[in-house]
């Protein structure tokens, strides 16, 4: 799917009276994420969701709804079929992280954050990733001896729901983006969509607005225009 695509899509799936007032995070808040398992050339692209508290409210009849219309729009290059996140750093450390170039692994200094969050979103310890650190001023760097690997997470990009009163519900009642990305693909692999408890948004609407956030997490977001060295001609093939 090229910029093309993704724009199309998102004049489709954007409903009146709903005006979206998305904000992108800055894109140092961006981690590298990994996917796993053998990879295929192409394959329809499969979302995951997974709800992070009981205040979502949003059916699951909805969201296979989603799933489904993306994985018929859709064709994602070079996928693999499970996705692990990499552990946050201590706020202590300032994100101070080092990224090997041909990997991606996502190192913090001596060690990870006891707990790992994708925006307002808890992380399951089963969908991490191995603790990496360095030491002795980068000299050494491995994951830490029993860091365990979660399974992991069954798709090409995982959305964790959750139904939090933020300050951004003030200006729109779904707030999302990406909070981990293949440094190597250059596209996200994890992401958080908080949904407004008090949200106006009619029941009819409800699927083409969480599409249409869908969109702005997966390249419609100033922060992944940002992302590394991306051009615009890598942001075309990002998702195939």
């Not at 695509?5 to 007032?21: A, K």
């Not at 006891?114 to 360095?134: F, K, M, S």
């Not at 009642?173 to 693909?185: D, G, L, R």
């Not at 908080?194 to 249409?212: A, R, Y």
Request: proline content about 4%; overall charge negative.
């Amino acid at each position: 799917m090229n910029l093309t695509s993704l724009v199309f899509l998102s004049l489709l799936t954007t409903t009146s009276p709903y005006i979206c007032q998305h904000q992108s995070p800055s894109s140092e808040t961006l981690q590298t994420g990994f996917s796993s398992g053998p990879q295929t050339s192409t394959a329809q692209f499969q979302v995951t969701w997974h709800k992070t508290d009981e205040r979502v409210l949003i059916s699951d009849e909805i969201l296979a709804n989603i799933s489904n219309f993306m994985s018929e729009n859709i064709l994602v290059k070079q996928a693999s079929a499970s996705i692990h996140l990499s552990r946050n750093c201590p706020l202590s450390q300032n994100e101070q992280t080092n990224v090997q170039s041909q990997t991606d692994t996502h190192y913090c200094t001596e060690e990870c954050a006891e707990v790992t969050q994708c925006g307002p979103a808890i992380v399951p310890d089963e969908h991490l990733g191995r603790c990496y650190v360095c030491v002795d001023d980068s000299k050494r760097c491995g994951f830490t001896v029993g860091s365990s690997l979660g399974q992991g997470i069954t798709g090409h990009l995982v959305v964790y729901l959750s139904g939090s009163e933020s300050q951004g519900c003030q200006d729109d009642p779904v707030q999302a983006a990406a909070c981990q990305v293949s440094s190597i693909h250059k596209r996200p692999v994890a992401s958080y969509m908080n949904i407004c408890p008090n949200h106006d948004i009619p029941q009819e609407d409800l699927s083409n607005v969480l599409i249409h956030h869908l969109l702005h997490i997966m390249g419609l977001s100033e922060n992944l225009f940002d992302l590394g060295a991306a051009k615009l001609e890598d942001f075309n093939t990002r998702w195939g």
